[in-house]
Every structure is written in C-alpha cells, then in structure tokens.
C-alpha cells in the first residue's frame, strides 16, 4: 500500500511549450501533497505544499505564475510548468501524506520525471 | 533556516565493506530525521528515521542515531551488497513524520562492486 505514481517519468519539450506532470496517490487519499525539484548534484528543494480543494503554498523563490499547482482531488496534483525554458530543466519529484489510517503521518514519494526543455 | 550536510559521493565499495555516510544538520529546537534511498528510476523510499536525541532507528542492516550534541544523523551498514547500490538522502522535518515539509541534503551515490 502507500505507492504514489508520477508520470511522465521523462519527458523532452521546447522552449515556450508547457508541461503537466501529474502526481496520483493510487490506494489512499492524500489530503497534502508536496512539489520537490532536484538540480544535478543538489539536494531536493521544496517547491510548494498543496492542500486538496485550496490554493498551494509555494516557497520562497519559487513562481507561482510558472509552476501552476491544482490538487483538484484527493488522489491527483499536477504541477504544469508554464512557458518552460531551459533553465527549468531538472528532476522534479512530489509526495503525498496519507489522509487517514495507521499510516496518516507519513509522506510516500513518486517516482520523479526529467525535465528536458531543448 | 533549517539545513542538512552529506559527505560527498560518489562512494565505491566492494561488497561485505562497511558503509558510512556522514550526515549532519542545523536546526533549531528538536527536528525528526530522517535517511532516503533512492534506487535507479525509482521514487524516494524512507529507510529509517529518528524523532529524538539518541534514537536509533534501523532498517534493512542500515543504522542511523540521533546525536543533538553533534548534531549528526550517520548512516552506517556493516557489510554492504551490490543492491545497497542507490542515492541516499538524509533529511529533517520539525514534525515528527515524514509528513511535514522535508528539508534534504545534497544526496549521496553509493555503488557496491562485486
């Protein structure tokens, strides 16, 4: 139990495009979900925190107008990278806390996508 | 603000060696910490944590304790194998869970030769 699915797991776009990477929790309800991106050998950064139903809350730094954050569900978050530039290359990777259960106090991550933006 | 230190990989062992990953961190009052593994083209796993000073949480032959007065969080294995072969993160939350925002290190690259 516990498994959260990211997809694409790769994916390549041109400058200018936009990208949606999507973030499911498949067997619980995730009432918070979080945004993480990884640049080549840093550390994860905490992009933004959604809440199911509300707005998210992003980070210092972080554009909320680029990164557009909908937790329209209980089991989905996406995350759309706006007008991507090369720049905005890099892995992104989200998690999400279970709801309720034994496990109510944890967060599971999914599995990343690479961002290539040519 | 809160921070996490990792030595730097990538670290190359052959197997039956023992593992050290040093890991340190700043935070004010009492944080959870916490260590990740990551396995090629998989998502982040939690491999053990710790809530409070001398903690020691363990999993899989993996041991990591809470030290406040050296403010460090190690990761130790005694014999390491090829599939200990991943990134491992350390981490920290003010909460006592995973559940709460995550501050990470920079991550570090293990591979285990036969």
């Avoid at chain 1, 390549?12 to 990477?21: E, F, L, P, Q, W």
């Avoid at chain 1, 993480?36 to 139903?53: D, I, V």
């Avoid at chain 2, 809470?66 to 014999?79: A, P």
């Avoid at chain 2, 501050?103 to 036969?114: I, R």
């Amino acid at each position: 139990g516990a498994v959260v699915s990211q997809h694409p797991s790769r994916v390549i776009c041109k400058s200018g495009t936009s990208v949606k990477i999507e973030c499911r929790s498949l067997d619980f309800q995730a009432t918070t979900m979080f945004w993480y991106r990884q640049f080549p050998k840093q550390s994860l950064m905490l992009m933004a925190t959604s809440n199911e139903g509300s707005k998210a809350t992003y980070e210092q730094g972080v554009e909320k107008d680029k990164f557009l954050i909908n937790h329209a569900s209980l089991t989905l978050s996406t995350l759309t990278v706006t007008s991507a530039h090369p720049e905005d290359s890099s892995f992104y990777i989200c998690s999400a806390r279970v709801a309720s259960g034994p496990l109510n106090t944890e967060a599971f991550f999914g599995q990343g996508t690479r961002l290539t933006v040519v | 603000g809160d921070s996490v230190t990792q030595m730097e990989g990538p670290v190359t062992l052959s197997e039956e060696a023992f593992l050290t990953i040093n890991c340190t961190y700043t935070a004010t009052g009492y944080p959870s910490l916490f260590w990740y593994v990551q396995y090629p083209g998989e998502g982040l796993q939690l491999l053990l944590k710790a809530t409070k000073a001398d903690d020691k949480g363990s999993n899989k032959g993996f041991e990591a304790t809470y030290r406040k007065e050296t403010t460090s969080f190690h990761l130790e294995k005694g014999s390491v194998q090829v599939s200990d072969s991943a990134v491992y993160f350390c981490a920290l939350t003010r909460g006592e869970t995973s559940g709460s925002r995550l501050t990470f290190g920079e991550g570090t690259q293990l591979t285990v030769n036969p």
